[in-house]
């Protein structure tokens, strides 16, 4: 019996248009919420060795948001899925569209003491209060993957994969990533060694390699338990 045919590749105009068409999945994907205002949050650097975790929380206004603004962010998806030149494409996109936008960052020290799980949540709620707006029963607040307790009266919902679901969600972690990714370029200057513009503090053998030569820096998260750190006198 002859082997079963596989399915042809899409084509690259059907992958092009496939991407355009995200940013409106994740527009209406908030607007059938059926209020005014979604705010969303999310983080990056929960997984790195080194630098701070950053929370970014972002507000649309559904009732101002207009078709022109839905096309600026068509391609809007999860941080992950773009390109470091797509991150930075989006970005002021975000900043102009959004009615407010939040950034909270926590540092490698402040995550060793209160643990890293408990100041994700804590950096998440914070910066959704900071963009919440209008009255109870106009605004709903989202984060990805993880409820974050108490906000204020404003309802919140945690959304599995949200970054992939929600707009609100994607463009705030399209905010996070490049405000952290510019921290740590900014940090490769300050501490020389470790490469930090490269790898941005996540656990990549070249990173590990530079922990095993140079020690840890004041960058670095001591509460993990890495493989980085096993033959260190710490």
Known sequence: MPPASQPPAPKPQQRKKSKARSGRRLF??????????????????RGCLAGPLVAAAVLFDFETLGPRDVRALSVLNDSKQHTPEGRAALYPVVLRIATRVAVVSRCAGG??????????????RESLLKVAQGGRDEVICLSDGFPVGDLDGYEGRAIIDGDA?????????????????????????????????????????????????HGVSPLHRMSFQSTAYQQLAL
């Open 165 to 213: 679901k929600s707009a609100a969600i994607a463009a705030a972690s399209i905010i996070a990533k490049v405000t952290r990714d510019r921290f740590m370029h900014r940090a490769d200057a300050r501490h020389p060694g470790w490469e930090f513009a490269t790898h941005v503090g996540y656990s990549t053998p070249e990173h590990r390699e530079a922990i095993q030569r």
């Open 28 to 45: 209406a994907h908030d607007r059938a919420l059926g209020v005014r205002f979604v705010a969303g949050a999310d983080e990056a650097g």
């Open 111 to 124: 995550i060793d003491r209160r643990g890293l799980h408990r100041t994700n949540l804590a950096a998440l």
